[in-house]
């Protein structure tokens, strides 16, 4: 299989004005920068502009980390002192798994990575049950068992302590919490900020919390989705990547209503996840712009 032309992205926020794009666009011509993808976005409620770059890699005579430096003086002029970023897609990006016992997501996500149809390394797979272990093994990837005891609280802060490890060893560009059905520590939503993804079997914000089926059976919705959003500390509350829904009836049993639930998650998760990897994410607030 062919190598995809090595690139690197900017992504850049700023409070709008006249000017933003002409010192992008005059930086990268000034060195030989051949853009091949370029969106842009100005929020008029907010004032604020949202831009995505891609740049071929060998247009330019210096590497991402000089084109870092560099950028980041223009970035600053322009009023971008922390939301923008230089990132190359000749890194492999990382990405580790947290579950639980239902496995659609992962079987979905395993899938997509084993036919390179999402070109990215699982590095692991952590799951407070066993049940998904041997799949996990099967595609090559190690699985690591952390259990969560129920009504113990120093053998949970334990377990969340083992979990941050096995992660953190691995630097991944994102954690996919994949119905990993616990909710995660404050400490844990700061230091994985901007990288820990959820799928919630809702569409957010109705349903929140656990058991959103049985909560739309009883309210006689007539869809059902799914919401992809990065994890905060506030329960099912952080900035949306992602969304989907099915169309249900008053035919449909709770069990109906799951299965359907089930097919548009795996769908919302692996678009989420592509998304992020890719850069075309831009938060602000708790808002998002996809590129």
Not at 39 to 53: K, S
Not at 199 to 208: A, C, E, G, K, Y
Not at 214 to 239: F, I, M, N, S, W
Request: aromatic residues 8%; glycine residues 8%.
């Amino acid at each position: 299989m062919p190598q995809p032309e090595r690139r690197y992205v900017i992504t850049f926020g700023c409070p709008d004005r006249t000017g933003i794009v002409a010192g992008i666009s005059s930086f990268l011509a000034e060195h030989g920068g051949w853009i091949v993808e370029a969106a842009y976005h100005t929020d008029p409620a907010t004032n604020w502009f949202f831009t995505r770059q891609e740049v071929r890699a060998d247009s330019l005579p210096f590497g991402v980390d000089e084109l870092r430096e560099r950028f980041g003086r223009v970035a600053r002029d322009l009023g971008a002192h922390t939301n923008w970023r230089v990132t190359d897609t000749g890194e492999r990006r990382r990405v580790v798994l947290l579950v639980s016992k239902e496995g659609h997501c992962l079987y979905d996500l395993l899938g997509r990575v084993a036919s390179r149809e999402l070109d990215v390394d699982v590095s692991a797979v952590i799951g407070n049950h066993t049940d998904l272990a041997g799949i996990t093994r099967a595609h090559g990837i190690p699985f690591h068992h952390v259990p969560f005891p129920v009504n113990d609280p120093e053998g949970r802060q334990a377990a969340w302590a083992q979990l941050r490890q096995l992660v953190d060893v691995h630097q991944p560009h994102a954690v996919v919490l994949a119905r990993f059905m616990q909710i995660l520590p404050t400490e844990l939503c700061a230091a994985w900020t901007g990288r820990t993804l959820n799928i919630h079997h809702s569409f957010l914000p109705s349903f929140i919390g656990a058991r959103p089926y049985h909560q739309a059976h009883g309210r006689g919705v007539k869809l059902v989705g799914a919401t992809c959003h990065y994890v905060t500390a506030e329960l099912d509350q952080g900035p949306i990547v992602e969304q989907d829904v099915i169309r249900v009836d008053h035919t449909d049993s709770i069990p109906d209503m799951v299965r359907k639930g089930r097919d548009i998650e795996k769908v919302v998760l692996a678009r989420g996840l592509r998304w992020h990897l890719e850069d075309r994410v831009l938060v602000h607030g708790n808002q998002t712009v996809i590129f």
